[in-house]
């Protein structure tokens, strides 16, 4: 069967907000009249994501010099997982998510791998980095930047991405929460206003021209 786009925006946009699969063919049945399966939206989110990532990944955001690192203990629904470490680097000015990504510890290495992908995509170093934990290590393996404790506010500002964590701790596998937590930080950096942005997006508040600006863009291309 095949499904109207306006379905499968409806889908993407759910997902994405943390719906589970039973509640997002719950909403489609009652929206649209029509229920597809749990493999159908798999492949919807799987094929679409892939496209808002590969179409925004290389965009350059104009960022401030202070940015916060945040990380979360994740557990996967992959049977026998051990929990793993999502990896965040926040601008604060913009909001804007330069970098995440997952690692099996928390350690400066891995921090340092973040900072590398993050200065990558906004061709620009922070002066300032706040964080939470591993300050000594931070300091001692990098140099051209103040580390400081995160804040209250920064703590505030970081809430916002554990509306995330319903969405990867439902993936059964590695790969797909590899994915989605990319296709995550597209919606979030580009497609959701920030509460704290008015009635911006991250992208929008750093200066980003981009022809997509929802998930229907994106089932469009």
């Known amino acids: 069967m095949k499904y109207a786009s306006s379905v499968i925006v409806s889908a993407l946009c759910q997902f994405y907000e943390g719906a589970s699969l039973h509640w997002i063919r719950r909403s489609l049945m009652l929206q649209h009249g029509v229920q ?3 493999a159908n939206i798999r492949r919807w989110i799987a094929r679409y994501t892939r496209q808002a990532v590969m179409a925004l990944g290389g965009v350059r955001p104009h960022v401030g010099d202070q940015w916060v690192v945040h990380e979360t203990r994740v557990t996967t ?5 051990k929990p793993v470490w999502l990896w965040d680097l926040m601008d604060t000015e913009t909001r804007f998510l330069l970098a995440t990504g997952f690692s099996v510890k928390r350690s400066a290495l891995d921090f340092n791998a973040l900072l590398d992908l993050a200065t990558r995509r906004a061709n620009a170093w922070p002066t300032v980095v706040l964080a939470d934990v591993l300050l000594p290590e931070i300091e001692s393996a990098q140099n051209r930047f103040e580390v400081r404790p995160s804040t209250n506010m920064v703590r505030r500002v970081l809430g916002i ?14 790969n797909a929460a590899h ?9 979030y950096n580009f497609f959701r206003v920030h509460p704290d942005l008015g009635a911006k997006t991250p992208a929008e508040a750093a200066g980003v021209e981009s022809p997509l600006k929802t998930w229907a863009n994106v089932v469009a291309i």
Request: aromatic content about 4%.
């Open 161 to 174: 991405l554990r509306d995330r964590n319903p969405v990867v701790q439902r993936l059964v596998s590695r």
């Open 179 to 187: 994915l989605v937590v990319s296709g995550w930080a597209v919606h």
């Open 36 to 38: 597809p399966d749990h």
């Open 77 to 81: 629904h992959t049977p026998g997982s």
